[in-house]
């Protein structure tokens, strides 16, 4: 009778969800795996474990685990659990008592993968719960510890921990005190030919130099880089927002137009806040072209709102009202001062005299200089005549200046067909198309050796069920980097 009334509680506990310390563990085996055998793929999905593990963490937790996965009393072990905030014992009991199926301990040398996934699970914790004074002791150590290390299985835990060091101290407002400590982290990873720390200590230098408005360093630093395959797609979205960005300051507009739209359009779903930069940017970047962005630019979905400014700028550019575009500008200040878009915005006012000139020369056949000014709201006639020379100069409009009548006579406008532009539309659309094909060819990836051996049934369902995992957690997860 005992038995019996013993074995429902059995089936309960056995099906009792597994707690965070569980999985902590788990992960650490699997950091520990991909260290013996050399697969970085692994390390790639313990990371993306972690990261959907964020939310749950805790000191308790977290202690349990520097004890589980360092040896008590290390130099690593010591450090860590000073960083971590002190908590009642009896959460960590429960903790502990509750981590379900016992996982195999690690050895008692801890290896240096291991160790830095410690530093760099404790460095999110930190961040997460807002105490940036000890992420930035604990980022300091943890770089400390990867300058010591040179296996290419820690250099995705060391991208990781690269970011989280400066974005500690971009959140506490020092984020020029570590630029000679990235110049050196990125001399060593060229040295040790780390690609994907290479292309995150150039994204973290170049975000450096554009908080503080140093374009011409920036635009040195990324000329004299190494050039190399890109091997993340957010670092790579991230490289080409800030070249852009660049481009935008060096007034190379076509060019910085193709880079945001493309960053706009690689970036993840789940990277809303990185999107709207980007679309932010590549509409005023477009409206100094003289180009008008389409209404589903503003209209995407969970977007409506902050490009709401930009909406009504656009609609000021693209009806040629000075006075409608200088009350958008005052309304929105704030807005384009904290978006860094403001300096952007002032230029935009040019083009919008030239919008309506455009539409006064299509509109009349002759119009004297005075009705011009008038129109436009401009200061003075000889302010309007020399926007209007300056306009026939440009090829903006289609026009004479007659100075001794003083007055703008247009020319009739001819067959648009007859003109080599349709022949340069279509050639640009192709040319689109085909780059984006050539991108799409080069971004194929096929796993080393193939062709020489056949994949068994056991490597077959793993890599299968990785699949799975990392098309769940792509859609679930937040995407922190951006």
Request: net charge positive; proline share 3%; hydrophobic share 40%.
């Amino acid at each position: 009778m005992a038995q019996d009334q013993a074995a429902p509680s059995n089936s309960l506990a056995s099906s009792s969800p597994p707690s965070t310390l569980h999985h902590l563990k788990e992960i650490a085996s699997l950091v520990e795996t991909a260290a013996h055998d050399r697969e970085i793929r692994r390390i790639l999905r313990a990371v993306r474990l972690t990261m959907a593990l964020r939310r749950k963490l805790k000191s308790s937790v977290l202690s349990a685990f520097l004890s589980f996965a360092l040896s008590p009393g290390s130099e690593a072990h010591t450090r860590l659990s000073s960083y971590l905030p002190k908590e009642d014992e009896h959460e960590m009991e429960v903790d502990t008592a509750t981590s379900a199926p016992a996982v195999q301990a690690p050895a008692k040398h801890s290896l240096p993968e291991l160790e830095i996934y410690c530093y760099l699970v404790v460095l999110i914790f930190l961040v997460d719960q807002k105490k940036y004074n000890e992420a930035k002791a604990c980022s300091s150590a943890g770089i400390a510890r990867v300058k010591n290390v040179n296996n290419r299985t820690v250099d995705v835990l060391a991208a990781r921990l690269y970011f989280y060091y400066s974005l500690c101290y971009e959140l506490t407002g020092d984020l020029a005190d570590i630029r000679g400590n990235l110049l050196a982290l990125h001399r060593i990873a060229t040295l040790r030919r780390d690609e994907l720390g290479q292309e995150t200590l150039l994204n973290l230098l170049l975000r450096n130099y554009l908080h503080y408005h140093l374009y011409d360093q920036a635009e040195k630093l990324r000329s004299k880089a190494p050039r190399f395959e890109a091997h993340s797609n957010q670092q790579f979205c991230r490289y080409l927002f800030y070249l852009g960005k660049i481009r935008t300051i060096q007034l190379e507009y076509t060019d910085a137009k193709e880079c945001l739209l493309q960053a706009s359009r690689k970036a993840p779903v789940a990277a809303i806040g990185f999107r709207v930069q980007c679309n932010k940017w590549a509409i005023v970047v477009r409206l100094l072209l003289g180009e008008i962005p389409e209404r589903t630019v503003f209209m995407q979905n969970g977007m409506e709102k902050a490009l709401r400014p930009y909406f009504e700028l656009t609609n000021a550019v693209r009806t040629g009202d000075l006075e409608l575009f200088k009350s958008v500008a005052e309304k929105f200040s704030s807005t384009f001062g904290s978006d860094q878009t403001h300096n952007l915005v002032v230029r935009l006012r040019h083009n919008v005299i030239r919008t309506g000139l455009r539409k006064l020369s299509i509109s009349y056949s002759r119009i004297s200089l005075d009705d011009v000014a008038k129109k436009l709201r401009l200061g003075t006639v000889a302010d309007a005549e020399n926007i209007v020379a300056k306009a026939i100069k440009d090829g903006a409009i289609d026009a004479t200046l007659d100075r001794a009548k003083g007055c703008m006579v247009s020319k009739e406008s001819g067959d648009i067909y007859s003109t080599t532009e349709p022949q340069m539309a279509f050639n640009s659309r192709i040319a689109f198309c085909l780059n984006m094909h050539n991108e799409a060819v080069c971004a194929l990836r096929f796993p080393p050796n193939s062709h020489k051996e056949k994949e068994s049934a056991e490597k077959r369902s793993e890599r299968k069920q990785q699949e799975q995992e990392l098309a769940k957690h792509i859609e679930e997860e937040d995407d922190d980097e951006f």
